[in-house]
């Protein structure tokens, strides 16, 4: 679904990413996993066209993805930032519908789908009419994950989605945010820096190190066989329940 052909990114002439080339198939669960600082983000926002590379290519469906497509690719790929990034003055109702209302859809459509992904991510209909700060951190997830979804986008990035929020709280989003990736099908591309969550979440893991790719594989390719010692000390610094056999 979408690929990345020799793409390289710098910012004041420091190389961030690159050159890197990568496959981001349909209907896969493709987890980007490295240190702070090695291009995670960056890569994410190439995909979306929010940045463009300084060389090579990324497509979505085979057409590059430029600034004369970005805005269509951002219509079919939902994308959940970061930190959340709702707006604090609207409520968790108006950050969801934000573009369906910006698109002119019609009201019954937009509040038929509202319920329909509160539902989907167990969010409290009563809740809805909330500001973000008036919400628990789990809850502002969930609005973020409802908005990314709202258009029915045809893949969903997500930037470390579920890093600032407290174990339990954590533990119990992952299930459920797997659960909802099976259950649609699409194609997902989710960041972290967790090992033991990307385990959890991957079909293929991607690790990245000083913006190359480092390794690819299964979970269990990067477990039990580590393309160098840079995996190796990955994976022993992470060593946690999620160990596949
Ligand atoms: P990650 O998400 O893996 O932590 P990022 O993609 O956010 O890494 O950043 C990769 C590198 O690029 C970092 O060194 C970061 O400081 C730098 N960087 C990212 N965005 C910008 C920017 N807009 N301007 C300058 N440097 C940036
Ligand atoms: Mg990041």
């Known amino acids: 679904?979408?690929?990345?052909?020799?793409?390289?990114k710098?910012?004041?002439?420091?190389?961030?990413?690159?050159?890197?080339?990568?496959?981001?198939p349909a209907a896969r669960t493709t987890v980007l996993i490295g240190p702070s600082g090695c291009g995670k983000s960056t890569l994410l926002r190439l995909l979306l066209g929010l940045v463009g590379p300084?060389?090579?290519?990324?497509?979505?469906?085979?057409?590059?993805?430029?600034?004369?497509?970005?805005?269509?690719?951002?219509?079919r790929v939902g994308y959940v930032v970061q930190d959340?990034?709702?707006?604090?003055?609207?409520?968790?109702?108006?950050?969801?519908?934000?573009?369906?209302?910006?698109?002119?859809?019609?009201?019954?459509?937009?509040?038929?789908r509202v319920n329909?992904?509160?539902e989907l991510t167990r969010f409290p209909a009563d809740g809805l009419d909330r500001h973000p700060h008036q919400l628990s951190g789990g809850q502002r997830q969930r609005v973020g994950l409802m908005r990314a979804l709202m258009l029915d986008p045809d893949a969903l990035l997500l930037d470390e989605p579920l890093g600032a929020l407290d174990p339990l709280v954590r533990t119990e989003l992952q299930s459920?945010?797997?659960?909802?990736?099976?259950?649609?099908?699409?194609?997902?591309?989710?960041?972290?820096h967790d090992l033991g969550e990307a385990t959890f979440f991957a079909d293929w893991v991607v690790l990245l190190r000083d913006g190359r790719v480092i390794q690819e594989g299964s979970p269990r390719d990067l477990w039990h066989r580590p393309a160098d010692p840079f995996v190796t000390r990955f994976v022993q610094a992470q060593r946690g329940p999620e160990v596949p056999t």
């Open 10 to 24: 710098s910012y004041a002439g420091q190389s961030v990413l690159g050159p890197l080339s990568l496959d981001l």
């Open 84 to 112: 959340g990034g709702l707006f604090p003055h609207l409520t968790a109702r108006g950050n969801v519908t934000l573009m369906a209302r910006h698109l002119g859809r019609a009201r019954d459509p937009i509040n038929a």
């Open 54 to 75: 300084d060389a090579g290519v990324v497509t979505f469906d085979g057409q590059p993805v430029t600034p004369a497509t970005a805005q269509a690719v951002r219509l």
């Open 116 to 118: 329909e992904l509160a």
């Open 1 to 8: 679904m979408f690929a990345l052909r020799a793409v390289s």
């Open 176 to 192: 459920e945010l797997r659960d909802i990736f099976r259950r649609l099908n699409k194609t997902v591309v989710l960041v972290t």
